[in-house]
């Protein structure tokens, strides 16, 4: 029997959707479950967006254009003027969601066996994407204890080496939540200067930005216009996921140039996703304020909830829609799992992400999990109490 390729079998599993049949076996069993594993919010798409794709008049579904529509880039550039992120429809290319974009990116301005340093812990599919473009992540380490700050600069230093071709950021950051400020940057665009390097950064949260603390995106940044890809998705901003509408953005023309040739390759983004996501820019901006204050309540809430129970610690985040807690367990994935098939407290359970699968350093989260508070405040007050609840029996408690 022929065998499959050495890619295949190093491609990691999604840490957020391996326990899924376990998830599954807890439903047949009557097991009511609330999900905080996975950023699928349950905030209603806007009217703009399902409007639209209703009332599209389409007589045959053609391909579109493969950079993407360029009545929705033309007005997408005036979405991002709106964040001081001046754009022409030739800088944006849109893609099948961030993930493509991030994959489109990569493949672009690596070679394989090229480095790329990452701030860890990150979005797990991160190491899905390096993987498919041969790429090598090399994560520097972030802790809960500072909340997930930028690590200091002179860390990216003692890694880079002549393979380091790039550094990657998530701003607001999943899986932490942690928005970088304007002097984390600022360091991270003279380290980006000093070496020559690409800095991509996936900025698909920016509306989601507390406190009243600013979002600064690396497209604010002067003087590294050639270095700098964004990433961006429409799924969390108008809580589209199913949509599958994102883009890759740079000055950088060659770099555009080169992209176009792998967006060429897949043909095209969907129809139906950018008729949606264009009108989706006409979205009242009493829409993203109610989700905001909503998002808000929900983290505030949660994070009350998480520092109350004994042996738990959560810094509060202040962007996107995720934290991560250390609770006082051996192991998350075991956890995570005997949440699923041991434990229930009224006919209830929680499933939440082990922390491992954001971080690439072995060994690292093991008592860390993610937490998505995607959920309205009534069920995450009764997943609080399942955890709260969890966290007496559980076998392997640490104190």
């Not at 890694?159 to 932490?176: A, E, L, R």
């Not at 000093?194 to 009243?212: A, I, M, N, P, T």
């Not at 009108?279 to 809430?301: G, H, I, M």
């Not at 082990?354 to 997943?383: C, H, K, M, W």
Request: charged share 20%.
């Amino acid at each position: 029997m022929p065998v499959i390729s050495s890619k295949a079998n190093k491609m990691p599993a999604s840490p957020i959707r391996k326990l899924v049949p376990f998830a599954e076996a807890a439903k047949k069993r009557g097991t009511k479950i609330y999900h905080l594993n996975i950023g699928q919010p349950d905030i209603e798409t806007p009217t703009t967006f399902i409007n639209a794709v209703k009332n599209a008049d389409v007589k045959v579904l053609e391909y579109s254009h493969s950079a993407g529509n360029e009545s929705y880039r033309k007005k997408l550039c005036g979405y991002y003027k709106e964040h001081q992120i001046h754009l022409d429809a030739s800088e944006i290319i849109i893609t099948c969601g961030g993930s493509e974009a991030i994959e489109i990116a990569m493949m672009t301005c690596f070679n394989p066996g090229d480095e790329i340093i990452i701030p860890e812990p990150f979005y797990a599919n991160y190491n899905g994407f390096s993987m498919a473009a041969d790429v090598k992540v090399v994560p520097i380490r972030s802790y809960i204890d500072s909340g997930f700050a930028l690590p200091p600069i002179s860390e990216f230093e003692k890694v880079i080496s002549s393979k380091t071709k790039g550094i990657m950021i998530c701003n607001p950051g999943n899986p932490t939540g942690y928005l970088y400020t304007r002097e984390e940057l600022e360091a991270l665009k003279e380290l980006v200067k000093k070496h020559d390097l690409y800095l991509l950064s996936d900025e698909v949260y920016r509306e989601f930005c507390y406190d009243g603390k600013d979002y600064i995106s690396v497209m604010h940044l002067e003087g590294i216009e050639q270095n700098v890809v964004l990433l961006d998705s429409i799924s969390k901003r108008y809580s589209a996921c199913g949509a599958r509408i994102g883009a890759m953005i740079s000055k950088n023309k060659e770099v555009m140039q080169a992209a176009l040739k792998f967006a060429q390759a897949r043909l095209s983004p969907p129809s139906y996703g950018q008729i949606g996501a264009e009108a989706a820019l006409d979205t009242p901006k009493s829409y993203f304020e109610e989700v905001k204050n909503e998002y808000v309540a929900r983290r505030n809430f949660v994070i009350d909830a998480l520092n109350k129970i004994q042996g738990v610690f959560c810094p509060k985040p202040s962007g996107a829609f995720y934290c991560i807690a250390k609770l006082p367990i051996d192991n998350a994935d075991k956890f995570c799992q005997w949440l699923l098939e041991e434990f229930s407290y009224n006919q209830q359970t929680v499933m939440l992400a082990p922390a491992t699968g954001f971080y690439s350093t072995p060994g690292a989260g093991l008592n860390e999990v993610r937490i998505a508070y995607i959920l309205n405040l009534q069920d995450l007050n009764n997943a609080m109490l399942c955890l709260a609840e969890a966290l007496k029996v559980y076998p392997g408690k640490t104190n």
